[in-house]
């Protein structure tokens, strides 16, 4: 007997709530373990406590349910603990570093983007994804390039529809059709012949979540006009999750829940237990607001409504006529066709019937056992764990690191070779373009890979003398769009070169005009995660302000000081930290009049100002920067320019929350989440955010660094 494949379900739907989301990751846990092929670990989002959907879970032979908040050390606060979308990361690969699985089945578009600092764990990864833009026109380049990330580096894609196969393919072009599979919703297998309408009572009945786009309120809210018409009718609804918003939807929504006339509550059930009511129900509800009209997604509770012989009524959309035809006669969008659909399905037997087998048609191919025969042939694919070698295509590749000044770079050296994928080379060359060519000639044939940090002598050398199985790759910073050496260079021996910034690479294509676009990226400063990281916040830390150099007068230390004078104005414990050396100590800031005088303005400013005298503090220069950071709070960068602003994301991994003026190229590599346009947005944010905490953009976390660098070294 072949040994049973290892499956880890990583989800984002808490089990401890039912929708159709939680349904279906139990389902999808379920189908895996019922192939007898593999065993599956479910990762609980929190705590189980409700036996609705995870008393199945723990009852087969096939599944181990982990919970999570266990995982992560929360023990003292596990029933409360809900897991946030990084903590379901960490566990997933804390698991697949113990327990080695075959499939890593993610659902959750957060989660996915989390994952991807963890290739080897998202190689494994089969990628479930509805909670996206559904149109290729809805993303952005950035957000692009994330899904397209996304796509290329897992080991497969499950679509629910045909539709988002579709969007998947025209997002990413090169994707090929193997590596997406229709994985589309699940109900449990119909046996028997199911009553026809015409003897069922006139029961309506809504399961799901409530929510306003779900038009549940609506639902409610109308019943009575309907109830007035078939006195002999109810409207039961199923479900305990009531979204919470600004609006009083859920106050709204429980007061109709608990008083409509003719509606009966039921909260949670299990759903064998919403099985149960459906066989017994004459239509079913799925009706919602017509924004999602464009949704590529359609809901598994319309087949359980099919599967269970009644009808249901859902608005018309290209998805759903797809489905049902366009003749399906329950469609509704406007409330007015809701009402009208209603009472018809109540008052007119054969309308109410033609709409059930109708759906019943589309619920047949749906079914469990269907799914479980489709994940058996899945799981017979994947090779024996026996038959997995490794080769000599694994050996390490020779990175050749050639430049002046490597500072930037000997961190993220350290890291690669840390993935046992590379070793490293050095030609350290002594300025812009000079260099030991004797040793430059015996060290390059040894070379896998040309690595050029700046792009000045060095690449124009390299472009000129590499040999013909060898990649050159760069980095270009700034100054290089100042100087000839790009120009000199043998441009079609190139293979990439990553910029640090966007803003950087718009302009460095302006210069060097020609240049192909499609061989450049944007690949952020790696930021130095063992130097930098959290430590214990001092108490005051949270209404400290933090900057780091202050030199020259373009990083703006007024600014930085007219929030702090704005901040005093709500709170007297607000104080300003500034980390480095005096401008007036620089020799050449001395010999620039506008300079000094700026800086002796704001001193004079501070000290004949009794609120700022004692509440802005000068930290000296020194390499203690990481413990600085635990007495800050937020870190600022208010200056009129900066090419990438280093100590933003140091502050970041240390737990401050950044403010930053919007200075060229900020919102590209930093976002707009922390982007302020002038003093008085800088002291909003702070007010609003004084217990908040943040995180590197995902495209700027230290992993993403060096497994972007890998895929650059490796040519993927």
């Not at 002999?232 to 609006?247: Q, V, Y």
């Not at 058996?376 to 994947?382: D, G, N, P, T, V």
């Not at 769009?481 to 803003?503: N, R």
Request: proline share 5%; hydrophobic share 40%; aromatic share 10%.
């Amino acid at each position: 007997m072949p040994e049973l494949k290892r499956v880890l379900v990583c989800a984002n739907p808490d089990l401890n709530y039912i929708d159709g989301s939680s349904i279906w990751a139990q389902t999808i846990a379920l189908v895996f373990a019922e192939t007898g092929l593999a065993t599956v670990d479910f990762l609980a989002k929190s705590t189980p406590r409700r036996d609705e959907l995870y008393q199945p879970l723990c009852k087969h032979r096939n599944i181990n349910v982990v919970n999570g908040t266990r995982e992560i050390g929360s023990a003292s606060s596990m029933l409360a603990k809900r897991l946030t979308h990084s903590e379901m990361a960490e566990v997933a690969v804390k698991l697949e570093q113990k327990n080695d699985y075959d499939v890593i089945i993610v659902r959750g578009y957060a989660i996915a983007k989390e994952l991807l600092d963890s290739p080897e764990v998202f190689r494994k990864c089969w990628i479930y994804l509805t909670d996206i833009p559904q149109s290729v026109e809805a993303y952005s380049e950035a957000e692009r390039e994330e899904i397209s990330e996304i796509a290329e580096r897992c080991a497969q894609l499950l679509c629910q529809t045909s539709g988002f196969r579709d969007l998947w393919k025209a997002l990413v072009p090169s994707l090929s059709d193997e590596k997406c599979k229709l994985y589309p919703p699940v109900i449990p297998d119909i046996t028997g012949e199911p009553h026809p309408v015409a003897s069922r009572q006139k029961q309506v009945v809504y399961a799901g979540k409530f929510k306003p786009d779900w038009m549940t309120l609506e639902m409610a809210e109308t019943w009575p006009e309907l109830y007035s018409n078939h006195p002999d009718a109810e409207l039961r609804m199923i479900g305990d999750k009531i979204h919470f918003d600004s609006e009083g939807f859920q106050h709204r929504m429980k007061i109709a829940l608990e008083h409509t006339p003719g509606l009966k509550w039921l909260g949670a059930m299990s759903r064998e237990g919403v099985q149960a009511e459906l066989h017994q129900a004459r239509v079913g509800l799925s009706w919602r607001d017509e924004s999602m009209n464009d949704t590529l997604e359609y809901s598994t509770k319309i087949l359980e409504y099919g599967g269970a012989g009644c009808g249901a009524i859902l608005n018309r959309n290209p998805l759903h006529e797809e489905l049902l035809g366009e003749d399906y006669p329950l469609f509704a969008n406007t409330q007015e066709q809701y009402i009208n659909a209603l009472d018809a399905a109540l008052a007119d037997d054969e309308l109410a019937q033609i709409a059930a087998d109708q759906l019943m048609a589309v619920a047949k191919l749906h079914t469990f056992g269907t799914r479980v025969g489709e994940a058996s042939e899945w799981l017979r694919l994947l090779p024996d764990r026996g038959n997995i070698t490794r080769s000599e295509e694994t050996r390490k590749i020779r990175v050749l690191v050639a430049g002046h000044d490597l500072k930037f770079f000997t961190p993220l050296q350290k890291r690669l070779e840390e993935t046992g994928k590379f070793e490293f080379l050095v030609d350290q060359w002594t300025g812009h373009n000079s260099h030991d060519e004797k040793k430059s000639l015996e060290l390059l044939p040894q070379a896998d890979v040309i690595f050029c940090e700046w792009c000045l002598g060095n690449l124009k050398w390299y472009s000129h003398h590499r040999l013909p199985h060898q990649r050159l790759v760069a980095r270009f910073h700034a100054q290089e769009a100042k100087l000839p050496y790009m120009a000199d260079a043998k441009w079609d021996a190139i293979d990439h070169i990553a910029f640090v910034s966007e803003h950087t690479r718009k302009g460095a294509l302006e210069v060097f005009s020609g240049f192909p676009p499609e061989k450049t990226s944007v690949i952020s400063n790696y930021l130095d995660d063992k130097k930098f990281f959290r430590k214990k916040k001092t108490g005051e830390a949270r209404y400290t302000l933090g900057i780091v150099g202050v030199t020259p007068g373009s990083k703006r230390l007024d600014r930085a000081v007219d929030l702090l004078e704005l901040l005093l104005e709500h709170d007297n414990r607000f104080s300003l930290r500034v980390k480095g050396k005096n401008p007036l100590e620089y020799s050449w800031l001395l010999n620039r009049k506008d300079e000094v005088d700026f800086y002796k303005k704001i001193y004079q400013r501070i000290n004949e100002n009794k609120n700022l005298r004692h509440k802005v503090i000068f930290d000296p220069h020194g390499d203690d920067v990481n413990d600085w950071f635990s007495m800050v709070g937020f870190i600022l960068s208010p200056s009129d320019f900066e090419s990438f602003h280093m100590a933003i994301g140091e502050g970041v991994m240390t737990g401050c929350y950044p403010i930053i003026w919007p200075w060229d190229g900020a919102p590209e590599i930093w976002g707009d989440e922390y982007l302020v346009q002038n003093v008085d947005k800088a002291s909003q944010l702070v007010l609003e955010l004084a217990d908040e905490s943040c995180s590197l953009p995902m495209h700027m976390t230290p992993q993403r660094i060096v497994d972007s660098w890998v895929h650059r070294f490796l040519n993927q």
